[in-house]
């Protein structure tokens, strides 16, 4: 059990959850439902362990289960496809944050996104666009959120393309504008869907996530996305 | 409209497009009173810069009058009289901030590509490959300038069209080329290309104080052009480029030497027909022959200016000779909006008139000519000027 197999932004998922189970579990055990209580703050220390080792004895011991829509068992360890990228923005964290969490607003910078539409404050629904004109869909909730500094989010149960990511904001280290650094992890493309998601990926992961990043800096910046779509030319 | 398009080496043609439409809050429609072709235009009409397209519309050099803007657009309004800088940038970037302005952040919309080539993308440009952003250029009737509000610069009505035109591109290149020089009281500054930019350089240089400027070129109506400014000139076909310019300076060389040729460089030495040769055989992509000689050339612990324009990779620079001299590099494409302004007011001054590199005008129906002429400099072209619209009462 010595392999990481979980992945970074589930770790602190994982970490974070696992303290409030805990203390849930406390809870309980202090009151009415010893029993449970137990159950749960075990829950709670193997979630806390997930998060502080990045190993999970549930997924070594199971193997994974790539047709589930689950990001804890999909996304474990180094699963799919993982993309780092960081952009810096002369704007500071408070206006950008605001920006990135009004999701509705998403597609105005994300070429592949065809809409985004809040259910309640965590939960939101994304529609994509996938080849030959169709689409994808999810679900998506907010796992993590410190106002202009950090957002996490994970896709639910029965998404079509099985994510997890999170973007932080902080000030630049020259003091000019802020550094806005995105992770993403999305499952292993297979079949129908997994084909989608390649071809909203390319070859290069991480080229459509610069190109979206570019965009909101480029929106935030300047009020406009560079472009010549629609501009004259003479016969090929 | 009509418009100058490229179709491929050697080919370009005079056609009828879609007017251009406003895109972006901040843009402007300009009707094109006066363009220009530049010597890197030919860069493009030989196929040294990659990333072209046929179908693309020419032209980084033009003016003319504002006919239309976008609703974020609150600096100009239609009937403005303005030149355009043929670098486009947002204002708003670390860049433009830091007066960088070819250097802008935000400007280029195929940053991606140009990231692949150089690592960080520079500004978008007009009519100038989609390396720097596939934007529509002047060459036409009507162009669409993004980042209105950031570029244009308006000129007063007293001025001719024939005096401001060149504050697009060429005359801050020659200046900013000469400015990179620091100039000292007394200095000597030789400039390699007698083009429209080494003639604006040779002028710039006198402006800021050189003492004496010596012109490197081939082509006797240049030369000539370049001793009318007061320049001692030096032709490298029938002289030693190093030893006239050894001896002209005493034995110590020039201060600082200005490359105003860059990829194309002609010359009658064995390294520039190895040069060409490998780039006929794509196995380099610049001609660096003037660079390597303004190297040789430059007195210790100077200064290379190179406004000249390179796209990929050198071979054989000496730069031995560089490290060991403590030379200093100054370079890239001209930050236009920190040098237009001032120059339109040297220009006002009468402390220069640019117009006196023009030789040839042209209607835009013999656009392509014009090219064929120039790339040929046949009748002693040095610069050729087109009149999208006829002939205007500037």
Known sequence: ????????????????????????????????????????????????????????????????????????????????????????????????????????????????????????????????????????????????????????????????VVSAGSVRFRPADNGHGTEVRVRLQYGPPAGRVGAAVAWLLGNDPAAQIREDLRHFKQLLETGEIATTKGQPRGER | MKALVWHGTNDVRVERVPDPAILNPRDAIIKVTSSAICGSDLHLLDGYIPTMQAGDILGHEFMGEVVDVGKDNTKLKVGDRVVVPFTIACGRCFFCEKQLWSLCDNSNPNAWMAEKLYGYTTSGLFGYSHLTGGYAGGQAQYVRVPFADVGPLKVPNRLTDEQVLFLSDIFPTGYMAAENCGIQPGDVIAVWGCGPVGQMAIRSAFLLGAARVIAVDSVPGRLRMATEAGAEVVNFEHDDVFEKLRAATGGRGPDACIDAVGLEAHGATLDAYIDQAKATAFLATDRPNALRQAIHCCRKGGVVSIPGVYGGFLDRIPFGAAFQKGLTFRMGQTHMMKYMKPLLERIERDEIDPSFVITHRFSIDDAANAYYLFRDRKNECIKVILKPHGETIH
């Open chain 1, 1 to 160: 059990m010595a392999e990481v197999n979980v992945a970074e932004v589930e770790r602190w998922a994982s970490a974070l959850g696992g303290a409030a189970l805990a203390a849930y579990g406390v809870k309980n055990l202090r009151e009415e439902h010893p029993v449970a209580g137990a159950m749960i703050a075990a829950s709670a220390g193997m979630l806390i362990y997930r998060g502080a080792t990045g190993r999970c004895p549930v997924y070594s011991a199971t193997g994974i289960n790539t047709a589930d829509t689950d990001t804890a068992s999909v996304l474990s360890g180094d699963r799919g496809v993982n993309v780092e990228e960081a952009v810096t923005i002369s704007r500071s964290p408070e206006e950008l944050y605001a920006c990135w969490r009004d999701l509705e607003r998403l597609p105005a910078f994300m070429a592949h996104l065809v809409s985004v539409t809040p259910i309640d404050r965590l939960r939101s629904h994304w529609v994509a666009k996938a080849p030959a004109g169709r689409t994808v869909e999810w679900d998506a909730e907010i796992i993590n959120e410190i106002p202009n500094e950090l957002l996490a989010w994970r896709t639910l149960e029965h998404a079509d």
